[in-house]
């Protein structure tokens, strides 16, 4: 029998705290953000369990990468807690959860959202091990090769953003992902206990 684990303890105020804290993350690419609180024992990262729970719910779908849809407590979980669908199709999820950064399908394999309706596309929650933020507002330092540089709304200047591991060419994904603005995916990269947005209206430089 599979273990069925809690969710937040405090059904109520940690999850509007987590819900401040990606609102946060979401209107300041590039910041990293400390969650303010996280669920109890579960089969997910910390950060990622939390952000997933504030913001599943019954009329959204979850795509798993293979490594947690071969874990049959991680659908469980995820049914029991947020009434979510699970869906094999990465193009019909609402969100997408990926601990596999090295693996993880091409960007426009997800829903990209119409031009009526943008807010119909993918948000991807990608857990990594390590997570650093910056924002200068005329940086000339150099950078590791691995670091993202952005402008764009919400950023004063640049903000960098680096973290491991990176799904393959990332860079040049996350431009392209910009070019079909207002339509295309957004991320939310999910450290131990933090996290950082990445949405679809920063400009990556060097991308190209």
Known sequence: MIAIHPGFIDTIHEPQAVFRALLDAMSRPGLVVALPAAPGACPLPKAMAATILTL???ETTIWLDPGLAARPEV???LRFATAAKITPEPHTATFALVCDP???PPLDA???GT???PDRSTTILLAVDRLDGATAANSRDAQPEATLIMTGPGIDGTATLDFTPQP???RHQLAQNRSRFPMGVDLIVC???AIAALPRSARIQGGS
Do not use: C, I, V
Request: charged content about 15%.
């Open 191 to 193: 450290a131990p206990d």
């Open 168 to 170: 393959p060419q990332l």
């Open 110 to 112: 997800f829903a990209q």
């Open 75 to 77: 659908a469980s979980y």
């Open 115 to 117: 031009p009526d309706y």
């Open 102 to 104: 090295l693996t993880m």
């Open 56 to 58: 599943a719910d019954h």
